[in-house]
């Protein structure tokens, strides 16, 4: 019920804010106001006159005694005339006219009915209402003159009724110069005060135009239909500024942001304009009724913020592929010696060695050294590959179909480790987007062959598939040594090794989860792990159902 109340009376003040605004947008704020002021006056009168014509002609009808003169009714029905054509002028934007129309014409209708009344002493005493009205509605010069013509008519009527008014006409006379004095005299006071705070005002606005001029920022209003208003600050050039503006009131995409400030909502968007990237914030603007009637804002030019944060993502990235180089260097160094030194002293052992045997060895060592050299750099060229490449639209593929051949390849290498190699593949599964089988083929292998590298004799390895949601995942769980939390995050980086875990005789160049991601990433699908150290680990691979034929 409350708020039903409240939402009604926001519909009447809202209404009766129209119904007193000013008519003209030409005249300035005081005047404004003074028009909205005499406007309510207006409209709060105007009913209450007929019932001061109506009330005393029921009273006389139904008690037969006469409260007031006819006189006095054709007065009211009068004044009631004058105040609908003021209002009218004052919508019309007339409002001089209608000023001087209403002293002009009450002061007349006030000494006619002073004059044709029995008591004209007290009808004359309506003409204080005159100046008073005039203390709001005209300029000290107009009061000047008003309260001469007042005090003028006043002593006209004063000796023209001598005998009707006898030692009553100096009290009169006295009692209009002296309420004019006085309504002319805070007028005065009024002018100099407005004075004043116009001075204090004109020195603050300069002030301030003095530093929206040197902020580079544009401040600006709109109204109601996104048209333009004021703006100021920016560009010293004032075109350059109000093109600036237009840029956001006539793209579509900006235009929408701002209908929603006109909602009652602020937001903050950037947006290009004439080549130079900008942040523009607005707020709703409200009238005294607290009705919306446009948004301002502030236009901020982050062209500088961009170059600053170009440069210090530039920074990072250079900072990581420096980080990446030394941790390639450091890396290639090593597992690059490695199989160097193997080959070198295999090579010299061969060439000293004189049994067969010893012979056989040494070139089977020197052998070795070469296929691990070949699986060092072909990890190295797969990455390079992998990098230059973007995700495509791929072709249906069965993922099942690549578990099986992977884990097919690499069953050999499980029992020869006492591992168990367990497949759980869901049935009937749908087919993925697949960007290349054989890049796939190369992700899930290196994931297996990392699972199955740290996991000790009689541990497992499980391939289990699962769709999940638009996704189909893979998850490769091992029972081995696990990950610490702390170096979680950093399993995914290129040649990065968890050392205590890296078995001596392999070579592991830190790049099979790098490229594994790599490759998921290809397939805009994800990658993740979860792992704790002494129980395993699991990473689960997630790639996008294909596109319905």
Aim: proline content about 4%.
């Amino acid at each position: 019920m409350e708020s039903t109340l409240h939402a009604f009376f926001s519909r009447v003040r809202r209404y009766f804010a129209r119904l007193i605004n000013a008519g003209t947008r030409s005249a300035n704020i005081e005047q404004r106001h003074q028009v909205r002021t005499w406007n309510g006056v207006i409209l709060i009168f105007l009913p209450v006159v007929p019932f001061i014509i109506i009330i005393p002609l029921l009273l006389e009808t139904i008690t037969g005694n006469i409260y007031v003169d006819r006189s006095n009714l054709a007065t009211a029905v009068f004044a009631e005339l004058v105040l609908v054509i003021c209002y009218l002028l004052n919508r019309a934007g007339r409002f001089s006219i209608a000023r001087w129309f209403f002293f002009v014409t009450i002061t007349m209708v006030i000494v006619a009915n002073a004059v044709n009344t029995s008591q004209p002493h007290l009808e004359i005493l309506y003409l204080l209402a005159v100046p008073t009205m005039g203390l709001f509605l005209l300029s000290r010069r107009e009061m000047l003159w008003l309260s001469v013509a007042l005090t003028v008519i006043m002593v006209w009527f004063a000796f023209s009724h001598y005998e009707d008014l006898g030692t009553s006409t100096t009290d009169l006379v006295s009692v209009v110069v002296i309420n004019s004095l006085l309504l002319l005299t805070v007028s005065v006071y009024r002018d100099r005060l407005e004075a004043s705070r116009s001075r204090v005002l004109v020195e603050k606005e300069t002030q301030l135009q003095l530093m929206l001029d040197n902020l580079p920022a544009i401040v600006w209003r709109l109204d109601r239909d996104l048209a333009p208003l004021s703006s100021a600050g920016g560009p010293r050039d004032a075109d350059m500024r109000e093109q600036i503006v237009a840029s956001l009131v006539n793209e579509e995409t900006y235009r929408a942001a701002l209908k929603v400030v006109l909602a009652g909502i602020s937001v903050d968007f950037e947006h290009m304009s004439h080549g130079v990237p900008c942040r523009s914030y607005a707020e709703p603007m409200y009238d005294t009724t607290g009705e919306i009637i446009g948004c301002s804002g502030i236009t901020i030019d982050i062209s500088t913020q961009k170059q600053e944060e170009a440069r210090r993502e530039a920074a990072i990235a250079e900072h990581e592929r420096m980080r990446v180089l030394e941790d390639f260097l450091e890396s290639a160094s090593h597992d690059l010696r490695t199989p160097l030194t193997e080959m070198n002293m295999s090579v010299e052992l061969l060439r000293r060695a004189p049994d067969p045997e010893r012979r056989d060895y040494h070139g089977e060592r020197l052998n070795q050294s070469i296929r691990r050299l070949g699986h060092i750099l072909d990890m190295m060229f797969t990455m390079v590959r992998l990098d230059v490449l973007t995700p495509e639209q791929g072709e249906p593929l069965d993922l099942n179909y690549v578990v099986r051949y992977v884990s097919d390849e690499t069953l050999e290498f499980a029992e020869a480790h006492k591992i168990k190699l367990n497949r759980e593949l869901a049935s009937n599964l749908d087919t993925i987007s697949s960007y290349s089988e054989d890049a796939l083929r190369t992700a899930i292998d290196q994931v297996l062959q990392n699972a199955l590298q740290n996991t000790p004799e009689d541990g497992s390895v499980t391939l289990r598939t699962v769709r999940q949601g638009e996704r189909i995942c893979l998850e490769v769980i091992d029972t081995g040594v696990g990950i610490p939390a702390d170096e979680l995050e950093r399993v995914f980086d290129r040649f990065y090794r968890v050392e205590k875990h890296r078995p001596l005789d392999e070579v592991h160049v830190g790049l099979g989860l790098a490229i594994a991601k790599r490759v998921v990433e290809l397939h805009n699908g994800e990658i993740r792990i979860e792992s704790e150290v002494g129980q395993g680990t699991r990473v689960i691979l997630c790639f996008p159902l294909a596109p319905a034929a």
